[in-house]
């Protein structure tokens, strides 16, 4: 799973990855960890990071996503999609969820060649197949889109050169 947040002017990603021991692979720009995650009775989550403890809560309202973790609050946005959509049309070629859904299917790799209006990626969102199409033509430089997971509106889902 791929998620991308605004956090105090700047944009962070953070990729999860479950390991088969139920662990997750997270990679939080240039910093990689292995997590356990427990969910705790109150609603938070225990995070174990080797040796180290944490307690986080967190809520959802639109677009904001508000933390608390060990008593340190952190405010996270979801980039605003008509940005990203201006700076399509601007010239750009990425493409970002425009809804909340689950990756169906990933239509094309890194490298490859599209056309203008080729499906790249199909979503399912509120049981709609929504198919996710090439702006302009070119090559697909950053696949960040895999199948299963579920993304979040504004996501970036492909780069496109």
Do not use: C
Not at 19 to 27: E, F, I, L, N, R
Not at 94 to 108: I, K
């Amino acid at each position: 799973m791929i998620f991308t947040y605004d956090h105090n002017g700047q944009t962070v990603t953070l990729t999860l990855d479950q390991q088969p021991d139920g662990s997750y692979h997270a990679v939080i720009g240039d910093r990689t960890y292995t997590v356990q995650a427990q969910p705790l009775n109150e609603g938070g989550w225990l995070l174990a990071l080797g040796r180290q403890r944490f307690v986080v809560y967190s809520a959802v309202e639109g677009n904001t996503r508000f933390l608390s973790l060990e008593g340190q609050d952190y405010t996270l946005t979801v980039p605003d999609t008509r940005a990203a959509r201006r700076q399509r049309s601007a010239g750009g070629g990425d493409l970002t969820a425009q809804m909340p859904g689950q990756v169906v299917d990933v239509l094309v790799n890194e490298g490859d060649t599209v056309e203008r209006g080729q499906t790249l990626v199909i979503l399912e969102a509120m049981k709609m197949e929504i198919r996710v199409a090439a702006p302009a033509a070119g090559r697909v430089k950053r696949l960040l889109a895999r199948k299963g997971e579920v993304v979040e509106r504004g996501q970036l889902l492909v780069e496109i050169e």
